[in-house]
């Protein structure tokens, strides 16, 4: 095969890739979308099987079928539930990809063309130091997300004193890593930007909270798509460099989507150390009074309702609730109520969490809206059932300026007739801010375990008829 | 009178000498302008054929690619999109299957074949995930 033929035949993959970015802006054109991404990648491997230096099918061979084997049954069995967490796996597995294939070509210049061992260009061995330096921060960093979606680790933010100074530092030193290499082309350099990086990663993760990983894994997203883009400049591969920009780009924009959800920049978050979910209960709990329900309650007040918006947040994941919260908005489907769903940008773990685990539980996604469609409905509807949400229906968020998450968008429940919040406990959220919305003279608290609690509903549904 | 002309034709004969010799010189510096054009016109085109500014305008293109198309993907399949791009950024396969694919032995090839593996996790994993997600959105019966 000609080189000319295989770089058209690269060119024609990367188009596959955009168009399967390109199919998922509307669900029904999105399957297609993937079949596109498939076809991409085959058209990519085949192509570069087909280089005359490839000879040794074997190994390769062997190579794409056990990771394959591993990859399918992970893919087959994980939970959606668990998907977060899966996630942040697999980006840690490019991180660390990246920094092999980085290894590869310092190891083998000549396989790439890119020098000899000992008198590797420059610029190579500059775009190789930063592809090895995000890889490897991707690998360790995605590590510790992992750890803490997972529950392996705290999900609280890790602060220590002079924390951003230990981070500086070590940039400096990778920064002086990098000089080294360039100058000396020595593999004690290479070896010492991966351990920095390596470090780094770890750092850089750990004094972030559980709620702020919806922008931590779509950060992930984003540096595994840049650690890609750094291999393809140093292996000048055109297809890498602009697969990596894609993913690069699309991991930029989920993050500052989430950091727009939660009225942050993008800085605070990575510095850390906000909030902290054992952050006291509510403080004035003792001076004012709740109001509180019974499931079957709730069933009498949705059942008589003409609309209900239900406000899932990651209390349905954690308790898995969405199958029985599905069951209970069919009910009352068929009873006659408009049920819609509400979604908040950051809800959940990470950014289109709710509205997965919605469609494992088959709602229609017509019925699921975010926050831009439905946040002016709530005044005419009758009836909002917030289900494991705390922070994002907040109303101190706008107007408490004192408030740690005031200027946040959040859903205005309170704006309508009735609000049911099922919760387990008067804990704070995340943010260990009061929530005043339990305290309104509208709302009634429905405590205990929310698959528990719409299983009760469903049943005092049943009860009525 | 002949005196005179003989010194005449002298001097024409040492003039025609003299304007010999500067247009020799003239003609030697218009060479050496005409080579250092040339050099410098050689210079330009390898600027221009430097893979390095190709590269760089292949990616700054790409990221405006992904900014737009990024953009237009429906909030509701986010997760989809995270898991997507996860599985096609594992193209750095290609990477790996070069540094894997001569015959002989080396640490380039262990550390290209276990870059394959893991891309593979990866790329097979992450369209099956994706897959799952999306076969279950659906719309209203």
Redesign the interface.
Known sequence: MSASFSAFLYLL??VC??M???G?????T??M??IY??S??VI??LT??A?P????FG??II??????????L???R?E?TA?PQ??AA??S??G???V??A???F??PE??GIGVIGNIKV?SLIEMSIGTAIGAITFTGSIIAFGKLQGLVSGKPLVYPGQHLVNLSLGVLLAVAIIWLCIAQTQSAFWAIVLISLLLGVLIIVPIGGADMPVV??ML?SY??W???G???T?????????????????A??SY?MCKGMNRSFINVILGGFGGETAGTVDNAGDQAVKQGAAADAAFIMEQASSVIIVPGYGMAVAQAQHSLAEMANFLGERGVNVRYA?H?VAGR????M??LL??A?V?????L?LDEINHDFASNEVVFVIGANDTVNPSAKTEKSSAIYGMPVLNVEESGTVLVVKRSMASGYAGVDNPLFFLDNTMMLFGDAKKMCEDIVKALKGTH | MKGTESMDSNTLAGNAVKLAEEIQSVSLKAITLAEEANTLAIKTTEAANEPFIFLVTIFVLAVFIGYYVVWSVTPALHSPLMAITNAISSVIIVGALISAGPLEWNLAKIFGLIAVVLASINIFGGFIVTQRMLQMFRQKR
């Open positions: 993959s990367s890739f955009i399967a970015l390109r998922l802006s509307s669900p029904k999105s399957r979308g993937n991404g498939i991409g990648m990519a491997v570069t099987v280089l230096g490839v000879i040794s190994t390769i190579g794409v079928l056990i990771g394959g084997a591993i990859g399918t992970i893919a087959l994980i959606m998907l899966l996630v697999f980006h597995l490019v660390l990809a990246a092999f294939v290894g590869a070509a190891y083998s396989a790439y610029g894994v779509s997203n595994s798509g650690a890609a883009a291999i393809g400049f292996l000048e591969n055109p297809l890498l460099i602009i697969i990596g920009a894609l993913v690069g780009s699309s991991g924009i989920l989507i979604i940008p990470m950014p289109g969490h509205n997965v469609a494992e088959n229609p996604y017509e019925n699921v975010e």
